[in-house]
């Protein structure tokens, strides 16, 4: 007897079956902690994407137009399903309860948001929280609780928007220390643009300069020239929010934009950069230059002084020369030659001009001398329809491209011949005449979308400088950049039309934007 307990005292059998059934407790345990917690991460992640696709649909409406704030609110809740299937909380499984903060701006890298708002117009980013669930253990109480809590998830989301099919260029803001304007009280105010002439110059108020065109960096002025010439564009989109300026690029870039007058410089003639038609006018260029005598067979660029043959000044004598900041006499208007859409007064009394504002004129412009000079003197213009006391240079370009192109009214006497037999001015192109143009199509050539940015301060050093726009507007091209009296062909005059649109005149395509949201956090 006594042998056989001992023999099974020593039997080693079976010894693992203690082991096991004391381990089993912390096994059922840690499976049910398993458990619950992989449905607590699986509830934060349906909560976080929840949030994520709420922040972006409320993005993509954050347009600065007005019910912007509205609109995104509506999205978020109403084009947007979102469900938890492990939340078993008493709640049912649709993620709502959704609340919404609008900022004008967010630091990303510092992860601070900029002043709240509700302006349509300043909201650019958005963060959306989402309502609170809960999940409840199913197996064993995590660390003495019985619930996860109030489980909530938040993201904020903006927008990046960029602008395609405009050319690179962009404007010093004339005001930097104060609203930039350009809005409806601006329309049909001059705007003298001085180019900056080297890289060492400093930005100034009412300088312009180009913007970095992206695709070809080594391509140097004659793929600028492409950029601002050729219909159909070549460079990559301009991001609204940040433009990189390209201090490289020369003033005879210049020479692309004239092209949209009809005329054409080697620089735009070589290289194909305006070959096969790629470089079309306006329909309407009515400018202050003549071409040769009779308008036929001449060059397409610029004149010697002294040449037959090419573009080049009005003869002396008649030309749009103000001595004071007033129209002009009844007797003086009589004297003048032809001429093209003129500079608002104050610009044209000198090469700065003589404006208050200095580069920004007062859109008070010599209506009544350009009519005569071009309709004749009993014209009756501020009585006509579409015209009145108070229109607009680009209001008249169009005017006149709706009536060149068909019947002008009637009695209507268009003057086009100079006196003496020394040239003529040309209202439709010549150098790539009418039956090349699509007017429609090319009715945008004079008007332009640029950026408007902050230059004082800015770097004057060679180096490519990111800025930041604070409007873009379209603009209408005046004159072309021409050395002529009283203007350089380093400046750019141009009239106000706006902030930019994102169609042209009667719907014709004029620009695209290109918006597209992301998660900031």
Not at 50 to 59: F, Q, S, T, V, W
Not at 70 to 78: G, H, L, Q, W
Not at 211 to 217: E, F, H, I, N, R
Not at 406 to 426: D, F, I, Q, T, W
Request: charged share 20%; proline share 6%; glycine share 10%.
């Amino acid at each position: 007897m006594l042998r056989s307990i001992l023999r099974f005292l020593e039997h080693s059998g079976g010894a693992v079956a203690p082991t096991v059934a004391l381990s089993l407790f912390a096994l059922i345990g840690a499976g049910g902690i398993a458990f619950d917690y992989a449905r607590l991460a699986t509830m934060d992640s349906e909560l976080q994407n929840a949030a994520d696709e709420a922040a972006l649909a409320a993005a993509t409406q954050l347009d600065g137009q007005n019910g912007a704030i509205e609109r995104a609110i509506a999205a978020a809740e109403n084009l947007l399903t979102n469900e938890t299937r492990f939340a078993n909380d008493a709640k049912e499984r649709a993620v709502g309860d959704l609340s919404f903060t609008f900022y004008a701006s967010y630091d990303a890298e510092a992860d601070a948001p900029g002043s709240e708002t509700r302006s349509s117009s300043e909201a650019k980013v958005v963060r959306v929280a989402v309502g609170g669930r809960e999940a409840f253990y199913a197996l064993t109480p995590i660390v003495g609780a019985l619930s996860s809590g109030q489980i909530i998830a938040e993201a904020v989301a903006g927008m990046s928007v960029s602008r395609c099919n405009v050319p690179p260029v962009m404007v010093c803001n004339p005001n930097p220390s104060g609203d930039p304007g350009f809005d409806g009280d601006h329309a049909g105010k001059g705007l003298l643009l001085a180019a900056r002439q080297n890289a060492g110059d400093p930005y100034g108020p009412g300088n312009f300069g180009f913007l970095d065109s992206g695709y070809d960096a080594s391509g140097g002025p004659a793929v600028l020239r492409r950029a601002l010439g050729q219909e159909n564009f070549v460079q990559n989109c301009l991001a609204s929010d940040s433009v990189v300026s390209d201090p490289g690029a020369s003033s005879a870039a210049l020479d692309a934009i004239n092209a949209r007058f009809d005329i054409y410089s080697a620089n735009v003639q070589l290289n194909g950069v305006c070959g096969d038609g790629q470089c079309p006018p306006s329909a309407n260029v009515r400018k202050d230059l003549m071409r040769d005598a009779g308008g036929s067979g001449g060059a397409c660029g610029p004149a010697d002084e002294n040449s037959g043959r090419g573009w080049k000044q009005l003869p002396a004598g008649g030309r749009y020369l103000p001595s004071a900041n007033a129209a002009l006499t009844s007797g003086q208007r009589a004297a003048l030659h032809p001429m093209g859409h003129p500079r608002d007064i104050c610009h044209a009394l000198s090469a700065p001009g003589a404006c208050a504002e200095g580069r920004l004129g007062t859109g008070i412009w010599d209506r009544a001398a350009y009519f005569q000079s071009n309709y004749g003197a009993n014209f009756p213009w501020a009585a006509t329809t579409a015209l009145g006391p108070r229109v607009t240079r680009y209001q008249t370009y169009l005017w006149e491209l709706k009536n060149q192109l068909g019947a002008m009214p009637s009695g209507l006497n268009v003057r086009h011949n100079l006196p003496s037999g020394a040239g003529r001015l040309h209202n439709q192109p010549v150098c790539q005449p009418a039956g090349a143009v699509t007017p429609v199509a090319d009715i945008d050539r004079r008007r332009l979308t640029v950026a408007v940015v902050n230059c004082t301060g800015a770097s004057a050093s060679p180096a490519r400088k990111r800025l930041e726009p604070v409007k873009w507007i379209d603009i209408f091209l005046v004159e072309p950049s021409w050395n002529r009296d009283r203007t350089s062909d380093s400046d750019l005059y141009v009239e106000i039309i706006g902030e930019a649109s994102m169609t042209g005149p009667a719907g014709t395509a004029h620009q695209v934007e290109r918006a597209v949201p992301y998660l900031i956090r």
